[in-house]
């Protein structure tokens, strides 16, 4: 038997309800920030990604999902958005046609990493990006909207940590100080870290062997070396988070694994899913679009797990919904009026009424079953001595009560389902 894929998840019948609600959440909290909706390819060229995430990065090194094609072109499944949504962004000249660019996605992303609960190969995020303003507002709109998506599915025992990473300079003068302070402790760094003190050296800041964490502990901060600039964002951001009462703490070793970013980043935290624990993250790109070819243009996003998230709100039992119904089943009382009921039920899907009828040959008991297990609110009876003298009987399932309709005279049963 062909199974999926290793890392990817089917999203079944009974599942759907919980990402539609949460589609529904954050397709409401952006429009209520006025962003706009993007979708862009599942494909890019991967030099895409491999000049926006950064070459240094694990997603560019070990995790992209890269081919090439017949036409001998190296192609990638995206394994983020930001990048596409940069390129998109250049090529169709968005921002000649609008100073500020408010664009939202809810996409699949491909990243081949080791699987676990919380991580896939294939998953899903929602995420935005903001074109083309370098107002740190911007940044706190950005925490603002996440935190409103998780406040309002429900989730309490989340945490969100920010921090500023600079402006490129401050943070080369700060690298500086950093290879100075590890110089003599590098040797007993683990192997994956002094790697990175060679190519990303920032990077160290995220290792979890317990060795290096220790080193790291007592390490020169970036946040204390910020250039000016940085530091009267950072205090507008913060000031921002605070007027609007969303709780956050600054994490000075939240350094982010993409290599796009510039002044403030920020994740947030969830502490019911285990050790894959963002449950997003995002910052300030302020370089991208211009190392992508376009001109010279701020940016600032996130990007949300959905898997994750879904795995949080179950932990948390955050919220719950309702029993799915339909409107009406349609029991077939004799067998050869099958075609009777299928012009019935017709008609009034055709009014957006949702209908059920049988296409088993069930009997009448098993036809009334299949209407208790949709939870039908009415049932139609099509047939037996009522039919023949051309009458309906449609009975209420939440009384009990039954009414008597002439069988040409749909339109009132309809008035009824409607109410
Ligand atoms: P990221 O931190 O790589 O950022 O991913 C954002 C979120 O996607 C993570 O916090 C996590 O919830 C989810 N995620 C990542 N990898 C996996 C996986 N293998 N399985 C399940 N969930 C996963 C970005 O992608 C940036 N593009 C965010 C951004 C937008 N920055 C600026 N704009």
């Not at 107002?135 to 909207?145: G, T």
């Not at 100075?180 to 683990?190: I, T, V």
């Not at 067998?335 to 009921?341: A, G, M, Q």
Request: hydrophobic share 35%; proline share 3%.
């Amino acid at each position: 038997m062909i199974k999926a894929i290793t890392g990817t998840k089917d999203i079944l019948p009974g599942d759907i309800q919980r990402w539609k609600y949460l589609e529904n959440i954050v397709e409401n909290v952006f429009a209520a920030f006025n962003y706009k909706e993007i979708r862009t390819p599942v494909f890019e060229e991967t030099a895409l990604f491999a000049r926006g995430i950064g070459e240094e990065t694990d997603i560019v090194g070990k995790e992209m999902y890269t081919f090439t094609d017949r036409s001998e072109t190296s192609v990638t499944l995206k394994p983020e958005m930001t990048a596409s949504v940069v390129r998109a962004y250049v090529e169709h000249s968005l921002g000649i046609k609008q100073p500020l660019n408010k664009l939202y996605y809810i996409s699949p992303m491909f990243r081949q990493e080791r699987p676990q609960a919380g991580r896939f190969r294939q998953f899903h995020q929602f995420g935005a990006e903001a074109l083309g303003s370098d107002s740190p507002l911007i940044d706190a709109e950005m925490i603002q909207i996440a935190y409103d998506i998780f406040n309002r599915l429900g989730l309490k025992d989340i945490s969100i940590k920010i921090n500023s990473l600079g402006v490129p300079e401050s943070r080369e003068n700060y690298k500086k100080v950093l290879r100075e302070y590890l110089a003599d402790k590098k040797e007993n760094l683990s192997e994956d870290s002094r790697v990175r003190f060679e190519k990303n050296i920032l990077r160290i800041f995220d290792s979890k062997v317990e060795s290096d964490r220790l080193i790291m502990k007592d390490a020169p901060l970036l946040i204390d070396y910020l250039d000016e600039e940085s530091k009267t964002d950072f205090e507008i951001v913060k000031q921002a988070l605070t007027r609007a009462n969303i709780p956050f703490e600054i994490d000075p070793k939240l350094v982010r694994g993409l290599d796009y970013y510039s002044k403030t980043t920020f994740e947030v935290i969830s502490g019911k899913v285990g050790s894959q624990s963002a449950l997003c993250g995002g910052g300030r790109y302020d370089l991208l679009v211009e190392q992508l070819g376009g001109k010279p243009s701020p940016g600032m996003g996130f990007a949300a797990g959905i898997e994750r998230i879904l795995l949080a709100c179950e932990n948390e039992n955050s919220f719950s919904l309702p029993d799915e119904k339909i409107d009406l089943y349609i029991t077939r009382l004799d067998k050869e009026l099958s075609t009777e009921v299928y012009d019935i039920a017709s008609y009034f899907r055709r009014e957006n009424i949702s209908v059920e009828i049988d296409y088993l040959d069930r009997s009448v008991k098993a036809q009334m079953r299949e209407a208790n297990k949709f939870n039908s609110r009415f049932v139609l009876f099509v047939g037996g001595e009522e039919f023949i003298i051309g009458a309906l009987n449609l009975k209420n399932m939440a009384d009990g009560s039954q009414q008597s309709f002439d069988k040409n005279n749909l339109e009132e049963i309809k008035k009824i389902l409607r109410k």
